[in-house]
């Protein structure tokens, strides 16, 4: 079992959570690099809550 997979397992039912710490991270993350990577950033939250929530990534 990967470690993606136990996250999962361990956040179903409180994706809602889920969704605010990727949000609250990606906040502290774009605070201390005075929002320069804000685009990776934005990027990397969306696929995150993408992952827990069982979806695929939206076509490019």
């Known amino acids: 079992m990967s470690m993606m997979d136990k996250l999962k397992n361990l956040l179903k039912g409180h994706e809602e959570q889920a969704d605010k710490a990727v949000d609250k991270a990606g ?32 076509p490019q």
Request: aromatic share 6%.
């Open 27 to 58: 906040d502290t993350v774009d605070e201390r690099t005075q929002s320069k990577y804000s685009g990776q950033v934005d990027t990397a939250q969306e696929q995150l809550k993408n992952q827990f929530r069982d979806q695929q990534p939206p």
